[in-house]
């Protein structure tokens, strides 16, 4: 490398289906004392952009639990048992923001 390299990321959400894998011998992280900097699109600007890289999986189709008052419910299908847990059913307690 002749230089540092700059990989800028644009705004948004990333889900990924595989662990990001990077390594040193594939020089992932540079050579030749130069760097790879991974950043978010206008780092360090008032335009920078939201980036998050998600391992996880996007659990859909909330919907309020019908017993219990500020909790919802999503069905999670096979994707419990795909990671070795139990329920087959995630519930969350509704979370106001504050302002």
């Given at each position: 490398?002749?230089?540092?390299?700059?990989?800028?990321?644009?705004?948004?959400m990333y889900y990924l289906k595989a662990?990001?894998?990077?390594?040193?011998?594939?020089?992932?992280?540079?050579?030749?004392?130069?760097?790879?900097?991974h950043q978010a699109y206008g780092y360090g600007t008032p335009r920078q952009e939201r980036v998050t890289i998600s391992g996880g999986h996007q659990i859909s189709e909330w919907r309020p639990h019908q017993r219990i008052r500020g909790f919802w419910r999503a069905d999670m299908g096979g994707l419990g048992t795909q990671h070795g847990l139990r329920p087959r059913r995630f519930?969350?307690?509704?979370?106001r923001g504050r302002g």
């Open positions: 490398m002749a230089s540092d390299l700059v990989v800028n990321l644009r705004g948004g662990p990001l894998r990077l390594s040193e011998a594939a020089g992932d992280s540079g050579r030749g004392g130069h760097r790879v900097i519930h969350r307690r509704l979370q």
